[in-house]
């Protein structure tokens, strides 16, 4: 993981070496951000129960329906800021956020205040696993090895917890998922990776895909 005082071109934190070229890009969907990593509709719910338990409670006091809406309205501005709160910052983290396939490795350029990027050559990959959405966006996780360790707070929420609680890089919540693991299985087939472990990948994008 490195950073940089410049905001990075193209989704890239420099330029490629001669030679290198992008083979996909994509950035995360800030709706299905906001629906899979901070879970707003369990936020919404949250909320939405809290303004029926007061309507409720007041109308059971005596108080008609008017009066009650009105001395609920504290919880329904307060839900509402919450949710509008969540979708700014996914639509925040979505817009500083780049996911790149290369033909040597994957690139993760994140950070809204303080950009920085994650570099993992195919040479660390193990695998990869793939989970679509209902939406049709999907994420695309990582397996790294064992003695490679990352930052869970640092990454989020472009990571998950994997086997033994060991963060695994996520390209979260992308546009045609099934696209960029076709592309991510080309790409190590065309490197010099150990064949068991190039194979593994594969293996493991073609069942997903």
């Known amino acids: 993981m490195s950073r940089f005082k ?3 071109m193209d989704g890239l934190p420099g330029r490629l070496p001669e030679g290198e070229q992008v083979l996909w890009q994509a950035k995360p969907d800030w709706r299905s951000l906001v629906r899979q990593s901070f879970k707003i509709r369990g936020v ?6 809290l303004v029926v338990w007061r309507i409720a409670g007041s109308m059971s006091s005596g108080h008609d329906l008017r009066y009650a809406i009105v001395s609920a309205a504290s919880c329904i501005l307060l839900g509402a800021a919450g949710v509008a709160l969540f ?15 290369t033909q040597k490795r994957v690139v993760i350029t994140y950070g809204m205040a303080l950009p920085k990027s994650l570099n ?36 989020w929420p472009h990571v998950r917890a994997g086997a033994a609680g060991r963060a695994q890089p996520v390209l979260r919540c992308i546009p ?21 472990a190039s194979a593994q990948v594969q293996g493991d994008m073609v069942r997903a895909a």
């Open 120 to 155: 993992l050559p195919f040479s660390q990959l193990e695998a990869a696993d793939m989970c679509v959405h209902g939406d049709g966006t999907g994420d695309l996780a990582l397996r790294i090895p064992a003695g490679k360790r990352l930052s869970y707070l640092l990454l």
């Open 44 to 49: 919404a719910i949250y909320f939405s129960a």
């Open 87 to 101: 979708c700014g910052f996914a639509w925040l983290i979505a817009r500083t956020s780049t996911y790149t396939i």
């Open 176 to 196: 045609e998922p099934e696209k960029a693991a076709n592309v991510l299985a080309r790409a190590i087939g065309m490197t010099a990776m150990p064949a068991a």
């Open 6 to 8: 410049v905001r990075p």
